[in-house]
């Protein structure tokens, strides 16, 4: 049964107990007829050597068993009602229902899970926007991480051209018990609060958020002055939101691409927010095998362009 939508987000002081325990009655319980694709089963787990310690985990039914991606062009794709959207799924797979501010926020099963718990977050779900980042989606986004008390969930999100999969305004949401690269790793910092991820596997901007000086409304919008920059320069992204290595402050981190891909692979994984953040899910044993970190790092700089940083940092500086 979902919560009823006119319950507000402080008003569920057990909102991770609701999550978990809905997921689990779905996934794990007894049902003529699941609505997940397949039960999830990691085969094989290891770490890398070397100074990321990526995370690679054997996820071989996500690659069989997935719905197909859709395939849509440009960074503000108009939202179509024909194709696959959330407005179709099952009811079942809609756990709970809330609202944050003015926004009506539905959790989602996402049925071809990665993790336990893999949920999507959908902000006004029947108003049918197009899978653009908005500053209200932030701000739901920093508000549900600062709900959840556990602190190894992360919040993640694929632009168009950066293997978005539903054009319908979506984040997912993840808990994956591994530290990754990226939340102690060293920041540059660039101007006003802006962090650059130097000498690293990927590359990325950040924005880190101490709970105690800052609003997630605040927060987000500053997040989104740079998503719009990206926008506005037709530069597919993709976006991460965890904590730092201490679990102290939030680290909003966006990975710009210099060349959309258009729902190709250009590597024997998917080249997104998670994989780029540290946790790279396979669905072949040869990769799962063979992959390491000077490999990773190389697929990463295909995806994002070699000069990356050359090309965004002077986008930034003259704020459009």
Known sequence: MMTSPTVRLEDLPNLQQLLESRWSELHDGQQQESVFRYQLIIERERVTDGRAGFLLQLNRQRTTERRKPDIFSGLRPLFDPTRFNFNKVDSREILLEFTIGSTLVSILINNSPLTRNHVLIVPDLTQNQPQVLTADSLTVAVQLMLKLADRNYRILYNSPG???????????????????????????????????????????????????????????????????????????????????????????????????????????????????????????????????????????????????????????????
């Open 162 to 320: 950066a293997l978005a999969s539903v054009n319908h305004l979506h984040l997912h949401l993840l808990h994956i018990s591994h530290k990754l690269y990226v939340e102690d790793a060293c920041l540059t910092e660039l101007q006003n609060g802006l962090y650059r991820l130097d000498n690293q596997p990927a590359k990325a901007y950040c924005f880190v958020l101490d709970p105690l000086s800052s609003t997630a409304t605040e927060f987000a919008n500053r997040v989104h002055q740079l998503i719009r920059i990206l926008i506005s320069n037709n530069l597919a992204h993709n976006f991460f939101l965890t904590w730092n290595h201490n679990r102290s402050n939030l680290c909003a981190f966006v990975y710009p691409r210099l060349v959309a891909c258009e729902n190709k692979q250009i590597a024997p994984f998917n080249v997104a927010a998670c994989e780029l953040s540290g946790f790279v899910p396979l669905g072949l044993e040869s990769d799962y095998e063979r992959l390491d970190e000077q490999q990773l790092e190389a697929y990463f700089q295909q995806a994002q362009g070699e000069h990356l940083y050359a090309t965004v940092d002077g986008l930034v500086a003259r704020g459009r």
